[in-house]
Every structure is written in C-alpha cells, then in structure tokens.
C-alpha cells in the first residue's frame, strides 16, 4: 500500500474511533438523566401490557396521572406527603417531600418525577402541575378518552371538560 493512502486511512479509522468512544462516553454519561413517561397502569402491567417493558426498581421514571381523592396525608411535622395516582386503572402510591405546586390537589392531573422503590412506590423528587387546572398528561388523556368511548362519553365532552389534548 502506498504510504500516503496507508497514512490517511489511520486518519479516517482515528476519526471515527475517536467520534464513537465520546459518543458512546456522553450517552453513559446522560443514562442517569433519562425520565421516562409512563402511566401507573402501565408502571403494573408494562407498556402495551407487556410485563417485559415495565419499569424496574431503581429506574427514574416520570409518572403521570390523576390524583386519588381521599388519598393525600401530610406528615404534620415534616414536607412529606404521600398520595396515590391513578388513570384508568390501578392507583401507585407516591411519596415527596417537599412543597406541592398550588394547583395540587385531590382529582388534579400532575407529574411525578423520582425512582420507584417497590412495583408500586415512586419516592418523587418534583411534583408538576400545570398552571391549567382542567391539566391530564396527553398519553393518559388518550387512554380516558379511549375508555369514556367505551362507556358511551362522547370526546366532545371530555374536550370540554379539558382532558383531552
């Protein structure tokens, strides 16, 4: 092989392992930043019921969904308040400490950002509600308005009442 061409394909081959060790290095390095959205029913039963893509133990995740009225308790001595999430099935239960968004309350449409520490319990770093208080996170306003046709709710209705987006 001629030097020059011997000289420019280390060069190339360089470039472009150089190019996928800080590409590869930046994608490690942002692992731990990745929330991923899901709904409680699909933290349970897994996206698109499929047990495999459930969320494990550990995983940072954002959950969005409607408050469970009746279920919020403030610690009386501390920030910590512990309330359950629901959509159009089962309800996770959410711990956070700290202080509630002023739209927070009982039947609001919020997103939780945290880990989950059992199938079931999500330990929130940030509680978000949008300053709409008619507010549902746009996957779970599809999932209502899918299960409100089931009952005979016309869209049009839950479009007025602004859940669906």
């Known amino acids: 092989m001629i030097p020059r061409r011997k000289s420019r394909m280390f060069i190339v081959l360089f470039i472009l392992f150089g190019t996928t060790l800080v590409a590869g290095l ?8 990745i929330d991923l959205f899901y709904t409680p029913s ?3 039963y897994g996206k698109d019921n499929d047990p ?7 995983q940072h995740i954002r959950v969005g969904g409607m ?11 501390s920030l910590k308040v512990t309330f359950d999430l629901n959509d159009t099935g089962p309800a996770i239960t959410v711990h956070y400490e700290g202080i509630l968004p002023d739209l927070f309350k009982e039947g609001q449409g919020i997103v939780a950002q945290g880990a989950l520490v ?10 978000l509600a949008k300053h709409d208080e008619n507010y549902v996170p746009p996957d779970l306003a599809q999932k209502m308005q899918k299960t409100h046709e089931n009952f005979g709710v016309a869209p049009n209705e839950l479009k007025a009442k602004g859940a669906a987006q």
């Open 26 to 33: 930046v994608l490690y390095a942002l692992r731990q930043n």
């Open 67 to 77: 408050v469970v009225p009746g279920s919020v308790k403030h610690d009386d001595k």
């Open 52 to 58: 495999a893509q459930k969320p494990h133990i550990g």
């Open 42 to 44: 699909e933290i349970i």
């Open 118 to 127: 059992e199938p079931r319990v999500l330990n929130a770093t940030e509680v």
